[in-house]
């Protein structure tokens, strides 16, 4: 089964590459756009068809090595 | 095989492949019957004006190609000359203009990995990259966007690889809107012994396809570099190829290592047109059969037709033939570097390209007419009608400072370290003069030796006087090598043209070769290898002519080799060269006066042997401390650029009589170069019993430069100028 | 002293690292392929710059996961000298012998220049041939060097006198245009508890030698081999 796996810069980690797309939109005339926060997405076949399953094995993946607790958090969607 | 995967061949599309009536009837008749579609891809692929050179093969064979150096001229995948030590230089340059326009950061960055492959498939280590950018008027609203990302997609590939980028040039001009120029360049080293060919040998040899799985990227893209784009042409992004420059690092490693051993018997890159031209190259020069079963062929996506595995771009692949019973061991090494491995198919002497899938033939095609039968065209060309020659002193005069400060501070003169500083030209350890001056140059490992690596064009005097403009170009290169102290050796060309079915871009065409070849005789530096570019135009308006001419040239003690900065203060400055003034087609009138206009100067180059000769002997001697070549922008240029390199100014305190102060401060006369130095007497001594012009005109010293006739400039002003432009242009001022 | 530097797929400045690492200690350092688990006993560890693994997912991250860096952390807990550099620098961060991480460039480009840092200590194996407070110049070559760590290991850091290098003008004044990554508190480099781990972002092993426009941090790999004699 599939998961989604969406990481992100942490709040109060400062995040360049977004500032620059906001500043990017604003001068498209997106004034009204807020703060930007660029992150990653990552799609992946769990080899589960257990939901449960699928989704420990997928934390733990981004525990070692998709995120870096550092400076990263991690949301996990499994579809099916 | 399914009806759609074989469609039938109408003229419609014979023609969407690129093929006129007349070349299609060559195609019917090497066959003896009507192509399917994976053969006709094949001849469009082969016979395009990219793979084939049919429009520019007629006046490239006029090109000096040989010298007592050269170990390899053109027609494999590099030029190789000999540097001694057992040692060989193995370079070219390569354009990727049209992926570059559509996708930037991709289409500059597959342009670094192909001519990188290009390299060391023939056994080099690269140890520099370098490239020529030209870009559209500064205003034009897709400038930016194309700068940003072709200057981030040379780094991301070049940095990632770890070969340094070193050199390069970036100009801007209207003619580029549509078009812009992106020329990589890379310089490699190889033992003389161990330098690998094409040509395919001993038949039953097993054919095998190393590096990344093939996916459909980039089909069609041979064919896409033969075309004149128009407005719809970004509805093409689809069809640029991805780099993955850590893949061709694996690859760069595991070729090397393979290559020290005996397995390899013949090597090609896939580049543009991919398994199709390497396959035929391979076959075509060994003059032997190549049979291969795509079923075999590593995919990345599923489905694929053998019309699209022939025509797929997809990038850091390779294609061999190896040594019987050496295939375990040469899979060994690439599955360390987790590289797929596959032996698709054999040599055979049946003289044919045999393509099968599943036991099925798909495609058969006898491999020498395929080549030798390609359509070769000697188009009309009409010569450039000469520009008028513009004396100085029917130029305004505008005052020498802000004239100077003005042309530092303009897009083709300022300084570029905005685009440099995001290459990384520091690694391998090895550079010892870094870009920003004439040429760079890098040590050779293991020896006393340096190269010293420079690209040059002026496309502004192309334009004007194609003959004139063709001859400067090589002249630069060769001047910008000597500057460093450097005997040239050889040469590559980057010929980017617009569309040659127009007479007057193929007399440009026909020009500049006739004024390269002269300069090449001249100065004994032969052309060893280069590409052609052509169909730069958009709706009807081409680019510039702008053959850009890659050089590289030899240091035997790299601790001679020399910088533009002045050292220190208190060193006499003396100019090389005989100055009239020469200010038509000049930077000074273009970007002062808004004129582009005039003939170029002339270029003598005999003088441009003696006086370089003569530089380089001062250099050699340890009598120079600093030298420049005097190009666009003239000697106040260089003085600027001198000062600025070495945080030191200079005081120039009189012209001489009989030149207009501004034509002399900023003529653009060529064979000129500016030696800074502790022991003028010496010099001007060598100078006069060798009978070459050389005058003192100044001193080095304080913290400004100070022109005849104008107050002091500082050097922070200087710098502001030169500095400042690029980065406020990219952030949008 | 005898040296090891371990090579990944993508390293690209292992080459100028063992030429840096020769020069000083006179002998050839082991070059360490990432698939070995084991190695010769070294004085030092180096884990060099590059791209390993294509700077893929996050600079450093799979390198982590190579066998030869259960080794690499085992032989630093014990004590043996570990140098990262750039992505080495990246590679000990990720692996957490070092803390923090290092982030995307402030100015978003990868940066190629000259730069110049100043030694924050002499009190350690790696800066023993400087002054604490000298000023040495030396390149950069990265995209990711922009330190980050939160407030509270920040303060340990400099507590402990764990900064070992920070960016600095020519003059050794710190400000924005000095430092070229945007890294928080204009930190170049860090130690470990025991200040035998080192990693920094710039590189020293391009600035030995004279022909190459400075030798600067020289000084370092001397002292190394003077110390790990």
């Known amino acids: 089964m599939k998961a989604k796996v969406h990481v992100t810069l942490k709040t109060g980690v400062l995040d360049p590459q977004g500032k620059a797309v906001q500043h990017a939109l604003h001068s498209l005339g997106f004034a009204e756009v807020g703060e930007v926060r660029q992150g990653k997405f990552i799609e992946l076949e769990t080899g589960e068809s257990d939901p449960t399953k699928a989704r420990a094995a997928v934390e733990e993946m981004c525990k070692k090595l998709l995120a870096n607790p550092v400076i990263e958090n991690y949301s996990i969607e499994v579809e099916g | 095989m399914a009806e759609a995967k074989n469609p039938e061949i109408t003229p419609e599309l014979v023609a969407e492949h690129g093929l006129t009536v007349e070349e299609y009837a060559r195609v019917l008749a090497i066959m003896g019957r009507a192509p399917n579609i994976t053969e006709l891809g094949i001849f469009s692929v082969m016979w395009s004006e990219h793979c084939s050179y049919k429009t520019s093969k007629k006046w490239l064979r006029t090109l ?140 039953g040899n097993s054919v095998v396809y190393v590096g990344s799985k093939t996916g459909r990227d980039g089909i069609h893209g041979a064919t896409m570099a033969s075309a004149e784009f128009n407005e719809d042409s970004e509805e093409k992004r689809p069809t640029v190829q991805v780099g993955d420059p850590f893949t061709e690092k694996l690859l760069l490693e595991a070729c090397l290592e393979l290559m020290a051993t005996d397995a390899i018997i013949a090597i090609q890159d896939m580049g543009a047109a991919g398994l199709t031209s390497s396959s035929v190259e391979m076959s075509s020069k060994g003059g032997v059969g190549i049979e291969l079963d795509l079923g075999a062929v590593p995919r990345r996506e599923e489905g694929m037709t053998p019309y699209e595995i022939m025509l797929s771009e997809s990038q850091e692949r390779m294609l061999m033939v190896l040594r019987p019973g050496r295939e375990d061991a040469a899979r060994a090494i690439f599955e360390k570097w987790e590289l797929d491995f596959a032996v698709i198919g054999r040599v055979t002497e049946t003289g044919r390209l045999v393509l099968t899938e599943g036991g099925e033939t798909v495609a058969e095609i006898p491999v020498a007419p395929l080549v030798e039968n390609a359509p070769e065209y000697d188009r009309p060309w009409e010569p450039t009608p000469p520009s008028p020659e513009i004396a100085a002193q029917d130029v305004p005069a505008r005052p020498a400072d802000e004239a100077l400060l003005a042309l530092l501070a303009s897009p083709d003169h300022c300084g ?183 003939a170029p100067p002339p270029v003598d180059l005999d003088a441009e042997l003696r006086n370089g000769d003569f530089t380089r002997m001062q250099i050699l001697a340890r009598r120079a401390r600093a030298c420049h070549d005097l190009s666009e922008g003239g000697l106040a240029v260089a003085l600027a650029e001198m000062a600025l390199a070495g945080g030191i100014g200079a005081e120039i305190p009189a012209a001489p009589e009989g030149v207009p102060l501004h034509a002399w401060l900023f003529g653009e006369d060529q064979a000129r170069y500016l030696i800074a130095t502790k022991n003028p007497v010496a010099v001007l001594a060598d100078a006069e019993a060798a009978g070459i012009p050389v005058v003192a005109i100044g001193r080095t010293g304080g913290e400004a430069l100070t022109l005849p006739g104008s107050a002091p400039i500082s050097l922070t002003a200087l710098r502001e100028a030169h500095e400042g432009w690029l980065p406020g242009y990219m952030d949008g001022k | 002293m005898k040296a090891a530097v371990i090579v990944f797929p993508g390293s690209n400045r292992d080459r100028d690292m063992l030429m840096a690492l020769e020069r000083a200690a006179g002998k050839p350092p082991l070059a360490v392929w990432h698939g070995d ?39 630093a807990q014990a004590g043996v000298p570990v140098l990262g550099v750039c992505n080495g620098f990246q590679i000990l961060t990720e692996a957490g012998l070092l803390p923090g991480a290092l982030l995307r460039n402030a100015r978003l480009k990868f940066v190629c220049r000259d730069i110049h840092m100043k030694v924050e200590t002499a009190q350690s194996l790696f800066t023993a041939g400087y002054e604490s407070g000298q000023v040495v110049r030396v390149p950069v070559a990265h995209h990711d060097g922009n330190y980050f760590a939160d407030d509270e290991t920040l303060d340990r850091l400099e507590g402990e006198g764990r900064v070992a290098f920070r960016y600095c003008t020519a003059e050794g004044e710190f400000d924005d245009t000095a430092n070229p990554n945007g890294s928080i508190r204009h930190i170049a480099g860090i130690y470990n508890e025991t200040k035998t781990v080192l990693g920094l972002m710039p590189h020293p092993e391009n600035a030995t030698d004279p022909q190459l426009g400075g030798t600067d941090v020289a000084a370092l790999f001397d002292g190394l081999v003077a110390a790990l004699h």
């Open chain 2, 64 to 203: 000096p190609t040989e010298g007592p150096h050269v170990i390899q001229g053109p027609g494999e995948n590099a030029g190789v000359i000999d540097i001694g030590d057992g040692l060989a230089c193995i370079f070219k340059i390569e354009s990727h203009n049209h992926p570059s326009f559509i996708e930037p950061y991709q289409g500059a960055a597959t342009g670094v990995g192909g001519i990188l492959r290009d390299v060391f498939t023939m056994g080099a280590r690269p140890i520099a990259n370098l490239n020529a950018l030209r870009f559209g008027a500064p205003d034009h609203p897709k400038t930016r966007h194309l700068l940003a990302g072709v200057v981030a997609g040379i780094g991301g590939y070049g940095n990632c690889i770890g070969v340094p980028t070193v050199a390069g040039e970036c100009q801007f001009h209207e003619s580029y809107n549509g078009n812009i120029l992106v020329n990589a360049m890379t310089v490699g080293i190889a033992p003389t012994d161990r330098i690998f060919y094409s040509a395919a040998a001993g038949i």
């Open chain 2, 416 to 598: 570029k370290s905005w685009i440099w500083h995001q290459y990384d030209h520091l690694v391998m350890n090895d550079t010892v003069i870094r870009p920003g001056g004439d040429a760079a140059v890098v040590r050779v490992r293991d020896t006393s030796k340096a190269l010293a690596v420079t690209t040059d064009c002026t496309p502004r005097y192309c334009y004007a006087d194609p003959v004139r403009g063709g001859a400067q170009a090589v002249a630069e290169a060769w001047r910008n090598l000597t500057a460093t102290g450097a005997r040239p050796l050889a040469a590559t060309d980057n010929m980017n043209f617009g569309n040659p079915e127009r007479p007057r871009v193929m007399g440009q065409f026909a020009g500049c070769i006739e004024g390269m070849g002269e300069a090449c005789r001249a100065l004994s530096f032969p052309i060893v290898s280069g590409n052609v570019s052509l169909y730069n135009e958009t709706s009807g308006k081409g680019i510039h002519p702008t053959p850009v001419i890659g050089g590289v040239g030899l240091l035997d003690d790299v601790t001679l080799a020399m910088g533009i900065g002045f050292p220190d203060p208190d060193l006499t400055i003396l100019l090389v060269g005989e100055t009239q003034g020469w200010l038509g087609c000049s930077a000074y009138l273009r970007e002062i006066l808004g004129r582009e206009e005039g």
């Open chain 3, 37 to 75: 688990a084991d190695f010769e006993p070294v004085d030092l560890i180096v884990v060099p710059g590059g791209f390993s693994y294509g700077d893929y997912l996050r600079a450093g991250a799979m390198a982590v996961h190579s066998p030869i860096m259960r080794e690499v952390a085992k032989r």
